[in-house]
């Protein structure tokens, strides 16, 4: 490897990678004295002034990289999480806090909240059993406390999911390949994860492997102008998308690339000969570069509610999705779909997608996500125990 490219590693490494933390202090003469050491024993600190160097960004921690401004980020959030939460959080609000015991009426009106809050049938019985449970144990004196009770065990579901996406820390190129059906929100996605990777000093490259539209081919060009970065479409109308990805993988590693964000054709979860050529696309990447496409990633409308837990269940199942973008989270009340694709398939959320802008497409944080959903109700600024 030339030293030019160690040095294009490192510096993307250290953007995207935590500081180390400093080296311990050397002991003073009193401490070494009072340990019985040698004052000749006292390791010297290097005094040799370093070179002048340009000051490095501070790091931004995980899930703060598209909100400089923690608490203006997460207002955004609470309002971009307005509508589930107006029907979710809202009906149990109504149903239980305020209220003195528990009777089967108030119990079978939980029972149709959960079941009809787009969580899936699943998970809104598991949690009804969690919570029948417990009454039938004695634990909920006061009805409020099933609403802190919920609000617990969706927090620990999904932070078992929360995994934002991290580039830099194997082989360059990275490879993403984005999947999901029409309408998602793929080709804004990889813009603006595109655009965060370039903002940060990253080198990146857009794949416009959708060629079953040319609508597609298009809008990606249109945003990768938007961006800034170059993008790989076919030679000719309706190419073989597998031959375009072989074309940006090429020059992608020619060029030594950090990223290469690779579109596909939208498609129904249900048309096995359209899940197929996914198939083909990723084999031929895999063939250029071995262990890619390290990341795919599906994205899927929020507002599609219990069928965005059907979508995700199909597309696992046909390829190694490593990882889920919700979009659309703003516009939806049925957000809570999330928790019953984490609960069900256990699958990492990179991304959350709460609006249009580019610093709108967020880095998936489980106790912000359950904060703001929960936001304005009794249980919220209430700690889990």
């Known amino acids: 490897m030339s030293e030019e490219k160690r ?62 401004d923690e608490k203006k980020g997460f207002l955004r959030l609470v309002k971009g999480l307005g509508k589930t939460r107006s029907v ?5 609000d109504e149903l239980l806090v305020g209220k003195r015991e528990l009777d089967d009426k108030m119990i079978a009106r939980l029972e149709e909240i959960l079941v009809t809050a787009d969580i899936g049938v699943v998970t809104a019985y598991e949690l009804l059993e969690s919570v029948s449970g417990r009454i039938k144990r004695g634990e909920f004196d ?27 820390f194997g082989p360059d190129p990275f490879v993403v390949m984005v999947v999901g059906v029409n309408g998602s929100g793929k080709t804004t996605t990889i813009a603006k994860i595109a655009a965060r990777h370039k903002a940060a000093g990253g080198k990146v490259l857009m794949c416009a492997a959708d060629t079953f539209r040319a609508a597609a081919v298009e809008q990606m060009e249109v945003w990768a102008e938007r961006v800034g970065c170059p993008v790989v479409k076919g030679k000719k109308e309706k190419a073989d998308p597998s031959a375009v990805a072989f074309d940006a993988m090429a020059r992608a590693i020619e060029e030594e690339t950090h990223l290469v964000l690779i579109d596909t054709a939208g498609r129904l979860h249900t048309r096995v000969p359209l899940m197929d050529q996914i198939k083909k696309l990723r084999r031929v990447v895999e063939k250029q570069m071995a262990g890619a496409p ?32 919700l979009t659309k989270l703003d516009g939806t009340a049925k957000g809570g779909c999330i928790v019953g694709i984490s609960n069900e398939l256990k699958i990492p959320v990179r991304f959350i997608g709460i609006g249009e802008k580019m610093d709108d497409l967020r880095d998936f944080n489980a106790r912000d996500f359950v904060e703001a959903m929960f936001a304005g109700s009794d249980s919220a600024g209430t700690q889990s125990s």
Not at 88 to 92: E, G, M, R, S, Y
Request: no cysteine; hydrophobic share 40%.
């Open 294 to 325: 390290h990341e795919i990633l599906l994205v899927i409308d929020a507002s599609n509610g219990q069928n965005a837990i059907l979508q995700a269940k199909t597309f696992s199942e046909a390829i190694p999705v490593s990882g889920i973008a």
């Open 7 to 68: 040095e294009k590693r490192g510096f993307f490494r250290r953007i995207f990678q935590r500081e180390e933390a400093p080296a311990p202090e050397a002991p003073s003469l009193e401490e070494a004295e009072s340990a019985g050491t040698e004052a000749a024993e006292i390791p010297v600190p290097d005094v040799t002034p370093a070179p002048m160097e340009e000051p490095e960004k501070p790091l931004p921690e995980p899930g703060e990289e598209d909100r400089p």
């Open 88 to 92: 979710f959080t809202k009906n149990l």
């Open 142 to 168: 006061d009805p409020a406390k099933i609403l802190q009770h919920l609000k617990n065990v969706i927090r620990e579901i999904l932070v078992q999911v929360e995994a934002p996406m991290r580039v830099g």
